[in-house]
């Protein structure tokens, strides 16, 4: 059950375009390209099982790549490359075999182990794609190329865990929310050398949302650094069994393991399964030990979701001795596993640090083992949800070595065991994307951002190749902007851009303007008849065909006078916002909603109703006549256009052109596979016109 297992300059040559151009060709006329679309692949048998991009293989220069293929007895491999902005490569095809996958005691599954032999090309992470008589198969920043085989000495690891996808909170969706750690993931590997991102479970609110694995999917393959996850107990929610959980939900878009390990320069991973029970079963317990004794050169780093302790300490002595301190449910029903997780702690020296979750805040403690060394118990914050009451989102960077274990403080507050996480709850960044992925918008407010500085910021996205690259062009404010940079990956656009995002703005890298207002309507008002000192919640739809929406906000005015302005709450339907308002004072009311989108266009639809002051018998309060049934009127609907554009926009500087890549989320799928049916459906118009012409004749 073991598991497999940069950036540089742009370059182009003729040999390069041509494989490109064959590429596409092959792609266009031959298979669906649709399959390129992230998380839409995995829909699709045959599909890669290993490598992942949330376990990729590590290689060196000219060693073999294997792939392990699930949903085909054969296939017949035409052509495979592995892409990156270091370069795109094309692999020698060795041969395949039939394999076996076993996950647990319980339940394999078939596979074929596709052998590829690499070139020497440059140390970095690489996406992977064949093309085969089965179709194409694809796998996002799954390769990672290092001549050492990964770092040595010490790593530098990104902890995250609890991202809750598919649940909301603080006005956000945890799927939206989440984007501001791609800029933060990627602004720490660029600048502070972060080596590996893990996620510690709950990567999902409920194991069978399939969309928010999809978005997980989408947001986590923009961050440029290889990355690890296990499973936690909201990852198993509502999944009858692990043939379930592999083949249609956390095994089919995370990782096909419940358990696995990654051998990475110097240092062993191993992922274990806490499940919805809260511990590992014995089964998970007796690997692990075995794949510590097989690596005992490596430092080990365990990762699982519940984690050990309940709190942060220093802790010594015999397990019984500890029972107390130990988590609930390890204490109360896994007792003979915390028993053996101790005996493996206790026995094999090499085991440095564990890595958990679940509890939603930092507990970090120490066990000492009878000779005096050390054991790191990192239990770091929620990402995105739930925080405990005074507690915070967030996320740590740790360094360990064979030695010991080094948790990261930026700014001023300082590393303690209770308060270790970069704390994002002020780092609102949100990335925006429009429906045919022609233009990305990044919009900020990291007004009240303490823990790292803002000035030089990492944004990383893809851009739809249908459009020229010169057609795109910087909105925003460009002293902002430090430098962009574009890569040519396959059928995408790599864009990185260097920019300060202290305080209030937007950036966005489009390939035309956007003049067009969003549409608005306000769905329902409840209570249909507003009462003093009750909430009133306003439902409200908004569209934008454009770059896509900043945000929605009501502004209210009683008796003609203002009181404030109101910010929308996001829900999980990205068209569909709620106002939460409190009706504070009696009086005429004038509410004022507004849909407002990046480019700074607005729609508006106004509401107006009486709220009548408190009486003994407080008499029904008249309305007027709805227009609708779900929306009480008056109703007034203004769309405003800006006349001027708010922003200018900056040509991008010419950059030399990377024919590296891996091909990345689909908008441009909307435009390639219609043209190409109009295509051949004109092909065959000028085809039998010519047969009858010359019939004719």
Do not use: C
């Not at 194409?136 to 865990?161: E, F, K």
């Not at 640090?353 to 066990?367: C, E, M, P, Q, T």
């Not at 990185?496 to 008002?525: C, F």
């Amino acid at each position: 059950m073991d598991g497999a297992g940069g950036m540089g300059g742009l370059t182009t040559s003729r040999l390069a375009a041509t494989s490109i151009v064959i590429l596409l060709l092959v792609l266009a006329t031959a298979y669906s390209v649709v399959a390129y679309i992230p998380g839409v692949a995995m829909l699709r048998e045959p599909y890669i099982v290993l490598p992942s991009y949330l376990l990729p293989a590590v290689i060196k220069p000219g060693d073999v790549l294997e792939v392990s293929v699930r949903g085909v007895d054969a296939i017949d491999v035409r052509e495979a490359y592995i892409y990156g902005v270091n370069g795109h490569y094309k692999l020698d095809f060795e041969g395949l075999r039939r394999d076996v996958i076993t996950v647990d005691p319980t339940y394999s599954f078939e596979v074929v182990k596709l052998s590829f032999r690499a070139p020497l090309v440059r140390d970095g992470l690489y996406a992977i794609a064949i093309l085969s008589d089965k179709g194409l198969l694809w796998m996002p920043n799954s390769v990672v190329v290092d001549s050492n085989g990964g770092p040595q000495g010490v790593i530098r690891v990104a902890h995250l865990t609890d991202t809750h996808f598919g649940a909301e909170q603080g006005g956000y969706p945890n799927n939206f929310k989440h984007t501001r750690y791609v800029a933060l993931l990627n602004t720490l590997v660029e600048r502070f050398g972060v080596n590996l991102i893990v996620y510690t479970g709950d990567l999902i609110d409920v194991g069978t949302d399939v969309r928010s694995y999809r978005d997980f999917f989408r947001v986590t393959s923009q961050i440029l650094a290889p990355q690890l996850a296990v499973t936690g107990n909201h990852d198993w929610a509502q999944v009858d069994g692990t043939r379930l959980l592999v083949e249609r939900f956390y095994g089919r878009y995370i990782v096909p393991f419940r358990v696995w390990s990654f051998a990475y320069g110097d240092f062993l991973f191993v992922g274990i399964d806490t499940r919805m029970e809260g511990y590992p079963e014995m089964w998970q317990l007796e690997y692990l030990e075995e794949v510590v004794a097989k690596n005992v050169d490596k430092a080990v780093v365990i990762l699982m979701h519940h984690p050990l302790f309940t709190g942060a300490g220093e802790y010594r002595g015999k397990p019984e001795d500890l029972r107390g301190q130990v988590y609930s449910s390890w204490r109360n029903e896994g007792w003979e596993q915390a028993v053996k997780l101790f005996e493996i702690i206790e026995r094999y020296k090499n085991v440095i640090a564990v890595l958990a979750g679940h509890v939603h805040r930092d507990a970090d403690a120490v066990y000492v083992r009878s000779d005096g060394s050390k054991v790191y118990f990192i239990t770091t914050t929620t990402a995105n949800h739930g925080y405990p009451e005074g507690y915070y989102w967030g996320m740590k960077v740790v360094d360990i070595s064979k030695s010991e274990v080094k948790v990261l403080s930026f700014g001023a507050r300082g590393y303690t065991p209770t308060s270790g996480s970069i704390d994002t709850s002020h780092f609102l960044v949100f990335e925006v994307t429009d429906s045919v992925n022609k233009a990305v918008s990044w919009f900020f407010n990291t007004t009240g951002f303490r823990e790292l500085g803002v000035d030089n910021v990492t944004l990383v996205f893809y851009l739809n190749k249908t459009a020229p690259l010169d057609s795109y062009k910087v909105y925003g404010d460009p002293q902002r902007i430090h430098g962009v940079r574009s890569y040519d990956v396959g059928l995408y656009y790599l864009f990185k851009v260097h920019a300060n995002i202290t305080g209030y703005g937007k950036i966005t890298v489009a390939s035309y303007d956007d003049r067009e207002p969003p549409r608005l309507r306000i769905m329902s008002m409840s209570p249909r008849e507003p009462a003093l000192n009750r909430t009133l919640v306003i439902n409200v739809e908004a569209v934008d065909t454009g770059w896509g929406l900043e945000r929605v906000v009501a502004v209210v005015n009683v008796n003609g006078a203002p009181r404030g302005v109101v910010e929308a709450q996001r829900t999980m339907d990205q068209a569909q916002f709620r106002i939460i308002m409190r009706v504070a004072e009696p009086g005429n009311y004038d509410v004022v909603v507004q849909a407002i989108d990046i480019r700074g266009n607005v729609a508006e639809e106004r509401l107006a109703f009486q709220v009548a002051p408190p009486l003994t018998e407080t008499p029904r309060m008249e309305t007027p006549t709805p227009t609708t049934p779900t929306q009480t009127p008056i109703v007034e609907t203004v769309t405003r256009d800006t006349e001027t554009p708010t922003t200018t926009p900056t040509p991008l500087e010419a950059t030399p052109r990377d024919t590296a890549g891996a091909p990345e989320e689909a908008g441009w799928a909307n435009v390639l596979i219609p043209a190409v049916a109009v295509a051949l459906v004109l092909v065959a118009i000028v085809v039998l016109l010519l047969a009858r012409r010359k019939a004719s004749s």
